[in-house]
């Protein structure tokens, strides 16, 4: 793991305790909901070890739909459930290995500046539990198989802008890490870390 990546590990703990000292003071709230829509962009950001990365693998972008559903806890703080599901192509350079299906829910604990204004920006911090499934990968003839799941920390930034009494529009972005190990004829194959960026915008209404 890299020094970003450990500095990024080590601040959520700090973040969530920044949150919690927040909402000691905070007005309770009547548990409102939130529930968005977006379309989201998912640019892998991809480092490969052993032969993976000696074959300069890669993973592609895609655009898919996302849905995430916001619970107030407090007028300030919210818990934010994540779900979206995207397919990648993973190539080398002797051309393209094949698709694979991503899952990464995510649970994020959120402040909120501004709470009651109709320009929302917001931060979050929080985890990801990655399946892989439906996988297609191979190199030549042989099946590549591939570890199912990991878990990773997650972050976020994003801003609501009210249009209506409970209607807003949304921009978003997040960073997830996720990996997954290698494996073909029994070999080892090396690491795949994805850590995609996620850019999404959308609409979204509040219950």
């Not at 990024?8 to 009547?30: G, R, Y």
């Not at 892989?132 to 570890?147: E, Q, R, W």
């Amino acid at each position: 793991m890299n020094k970003i990546n450990k500095h990024l590990l080590l601040a959520i703990p700090l973040v969530f305790t920044i949150l919690f000292i927040t909402t000691l003071s905070a007005q309770a709230d009547q548990g409102d909901i939130l529930a968005r829509v977006r379309a989201i962009s998912i640019q892998p950001d991809v480092s490969a070890g052993g032969t993976l990365g000696t074959l300069g693998t890669g993973v592609k972008n895609a655009v898919v739909p996302e849905l995430d559903f916001v619970y107030m806890v407090r007028p300030n703080i919210g818990l934010d459930l994540i779900l979206a599901t995207s397919r990648h192509q993973v190539t080398s350079n002797a051309g393209t290995l094949g698709g694979v299906n991503v899952l990464p829910p995510t649970l994020l604990l959120q402040y909120y500046f501004n709470a009651a204004g109709k320009i929302r920006p917001y931060v979050g911090a929080g985890l990801n539990y990655t399946l892989f499934y439906n996988n297609g990968l191979h190199a030549g003839d042989t099946p590549v198989s591939i570890k199912n799941s990991s878990f990773g920390p997650a972050i976020q930034a994003g801003v609501d802008v009210q249009v209506a009494h409970n209607l807003f529009v949304n921009a978003d972005i997040k960073k997830i890490w996720m990996r997954t190990d290698a494996y073909a004829g029994g070999a080892s194959l090396g690491s795949l870390k994805i850590d995609p960026l996620i850019v999404g915008i959308g609409v979204g209404m509040r219950f």
